[in-house]
């Protein structure tokens, strides 16, 4: 089971978390920025997302993982395979263990059931009191079809109010799909 944390992830966090940017070096293993359109659907046709105007976004290669950057702000979203006994519990253990190897004072604020790309699931919230730049990271994910889907969030607490409803949309929004499709169906909620 992958972490389900990426390099755009860590270049956002590593300099709030670590104060550290010389760290992530600003290299990522992504596609180049791109203006976002107010629909995105993953190239594999696993999930789709509604995005504001405005939002640039990249792709990971080799991955179907998109994030949208917004400033200091980014929503990521992805699936990711399950193997036998993989449980949604244990990729959020296993994310809470890597935030605070990069930020050892990290306090968990929040953590519960909600609901990710239709289906039931659970997140947690940790903030990062980092010298250089307070950041809030909140993680969900659900298990459909024996896939992860997942939906992050890391923000400077001091921007993430202002743009805290614009994030509620883009979660409610995201979507299981049921593959790539040949023309432009909707998505089908998962149940």
Known sequence: M?????????????????????????????AAHQESGRSYRSPDGNFSIEVP???DHCTQESSNEVTFVCGKISVSVATEETEAGDTVDQL????????RSICPVAEAWAEGRTTVAGASGAYFTMYCPAPRERTIVR???SLIRKKFYI????????ELFAVQ???D???QSFRACDGPTQSPEPCKRAC
Do not use: C, H, Y
Request: no cysteine; net charge positive.
């Open 151 to 158: 939906f992050k969030v890391a923000a400077p607490s001091a």
């Open 53 to 55: 105007p405005g939002w």
């Open 2 to 30: 992958l972490m389900g944390i990426s390099q755009v992830d860590l270049a956002i966090l590593l300099p709030a978390f670590a104060a550290a940017w010389s760290l992530a070096g600003g290299a990522t293993t992504f």
């Open 169 to 171: 949309r883009m979660a």
């Open 92 to 99: 959020l253990e296993l994310n809470k263990s890597f935030l």
């Open 165 to 167: 409803a614009t994030i």
């Open 139 to 141: 993680i969900a994910a």
